[in-house]
């Protein structure tokens, strides 16, 4: 669909809820999808206004009804215009996403923060963990590095290493290191699963804590993936045939990397029904999410070393 900007039209809205408004049956009518951390064109309509004037995205109602200028209008249309024209997820638009309470950078080297794991950084890993024992952290496949700053706010106390293989992914979350003036307990890495803890030819170090949001999209789901997913990068996003090619090398590798008492967490989404299948034996501990969500695992050193 193209947006046509109709400049009469654009001229009798004056205010920003009048543009919030407009924007929602713009994005109605071009059948968007809303799988980016806003759930309906509303929201994403309230956002995309908000933010494109540097506001807040929680800025009062009261304000809603101030009037625009002729180049606010204008910048408005056109972000709007982008949004239906390209089908790029507002947060790429915008270049931010939001975890755990934390406002993050983000372009099209990295994925868009939506993880159901925020919840449990934000409880620090209860009951699985005793948070005042976490010396050390593993984000496993950072992307931006959402994971694992976050996990540096919860566990002021402990060391952070992010872990991609995608060096332009590491580019972004060193950025974002940088926004949270984190320099000084969080490490990058870029490396292929454990490569990095192994270029001596020897373990070197293991983790309280190995979180992962790995790739987990099967070939069929990515053949099936609405416009918005072709903006972020398929590395990503796809993992073999059944969405696990990844996750399955995790299990076999991750105890060697843990300290006694420490827990592997992944998220492998839909996969999820397809990996208890394939290890029906194996005690994944499926995590409820108050704020919604599924398919993330909790396992234990000791699950590991017995499974795999």
């Given at each position: 669909m193209t947006l046509k900007l109709d400049t009469a039209q654009i001229e009798n809205l004056t205010t920003l809820l009048d543009f919030m408004r407009w924007g929602a049956s713009q994005f109605v009518e071009a059948d968007l999808s809303y799988s980016h951390g806003l759930s309906s064109p509303l929201d994403e309509s309230v956002y995309l206004v908000l933010r494109t004037?540097?506001?807040p995205a929680d800025t009062p109602e009261i304000y809603w009804q101030s009037?625009?200028?002729?180049?606010?209008?204008?910048y408005i249309a056109t972000i709007f215009k982008k949004r239906i024209e390209e089908k790029m997820p507002a947060a790429y638009i915008m270049n931010e996403g939001w975890f755990a309470g934390l406002q993050f950078y983000v372009d099209e080297r990295v994925l868009i923060p939506r993880s159901p794991i925020a919840e449990l950084v934000e409880s620090q890993f209860i009951p699985w963990i005793n948070p005042d024992e976490v010396e050390s952290i593993l984000d496993l496949?950072?992307?931006c590095g959402c994971i694992g700053i976050a996990c540096a706010y919860a566990f002021p106390q402990a060391s952070i290493d992010l872990s991609?293989?995608?060096e332009d992914a590491l580019v972004v979350a060193n950025r974002n290191i940088v926004q949270h003036d984190a320099s000084n307990r969080i490490t990058t890495h870029q490396s292929d699963l454990f490569d990095y803890l192994l270029k001596d030819g020897a373990q070197s170090k293991q983790y309280d804590i190995i979180v992962s949001n790995p790739p987990y999209v099967d070939a069929e789901d990515m053949t099936g993936l609405a416009d918005e997913f072709k903006h972020e990068p398929e590395l990503a996003l796809s993992s073999g045939n059944d969405g696990l090619s990844f996750t399955k090398r995790l299990?076999?590798?991750?105890a060697n990397f843990l300290t006694?008492?420490?827990v592997l967490v992944v998220e492998v989404g839909n996969s999820q029904y397809e990996l208890v299948e394939m290890y029906p034996e194996v005690p994944f501990q499926w995590v409820d999410f108050e704020r919604g969500g599924d398919g993330v695992f909790v396992l234990t050193k000791q699950d590991l070393n017995i499974h795999f």
């Open positions: 004037l540097r506001l009037k625009l200028t002729i180049s606010e209008k204008e496949c950072t992307g991609d293989l995608s299990l076999k590798e991750a006694d008492q420490g």
